[in-house]
């Protein structure tokens, strides 16, 4: 039944992504505004999706890298749209809801597969640090999707589109407002997970080589990116198109260590 209401939602990213790009193409607001709607439907089906998931097995809902990308779009999907309730961004839908598309085509390679849980993941602490990591990742994920909105309108304005695409964009106050919200909120809770992790990898792997995982030593940098990141925001005052390009590049280095360092961990190839 999970898998009945994962493909559902999957489908119904698809037709929320296919309303957000006509809403460009024909620049209508009521479009994107329709589309959002049906966002919030897919969000609503993966939603069960995981209820399902957690019926089965508890709060382990992310137990390999597929479940965990699935995750991670739930997370970015519904930050989003809380979000948006906030600001006058539902054009930004067309930069997330792809997003959301591409991580849950990915996610369904392994819709199929076998579950076999290492012993390891039996653990209290491990759906909490994953539950964590994954929310402080996803905020920090949407923050970078604003940001490249941010780069699209700013480059409209200076070559003064005004009366074309950039009319019909957010505005650009609005799109850094997310981006400093998805750091702010994004990397306490991100912190708090990695902390949860920390504690429960001593306990598994015995004080072993944990330390110089791949996928440790990888998030750990990512971890460093943002809090520089902050720091500027907070105490330089870095805005607008400085900090959208940084979160970008930051955005890049977090699917590196969220996806492709995975395989090459000894100790998160599960995950």
Sequence with gaps: ??????????????AATAGYLASLVVRRVVLAKLATWVFGFAVVLHTIH?????????????????EAISFFAWIVSVAYLALQLRTKTRVLGAIVS????????????????????PDALQGRLVPIHVALSIIGEGLFALAS?????????????????TKALARYLPPLGDLDNINHAGLLWGF????????????????????????????TVWSFAVWCFYAFLLHQRLAIGWKGKKIAVLSIVAL????????????????????
Excluded at 1 to 14: E, H, N, R
Excluded at 50 to 66: P, T
């Design 1 to 14: 039944m999970d898998t009945l209401f994962f493909k559902a939602a999957l489908v119904a990213y698809l």
């Design 145 to 161: 999707l604003a940001g490249v909105m941010y780069c699209i309108q700013d480059h409209q304005i200076r070559q003064h589109k």
């Design 252 to 271: 890049v280095l977090m699917i590196s260590a969220f996806i492709g360092v995975s395989f090459l961990s000894s100790v998160h190839r599960f995950t």
């Design 98 to 117: 792809p997003f959301a598309v591409l991580l849950m085509m990915l996610s369904s390679l392994g819709l199929e597969g076998t579950l076999a849980i």
């Design 188 to 215: 306490p809770i991100l912190t708090l997970g990695l902390i949860v992790g920390s504690l429960w990898a001593r306990t598994a792997w015995d004080g072993s080589n944990w330390p110089t995982d791949p996928k």
């Design 50 to 66: 995981f209820i399902f998931v957690f019926l089965e097995r508890g709060a382990n809902v992310a137990v390999n890298v597929f």
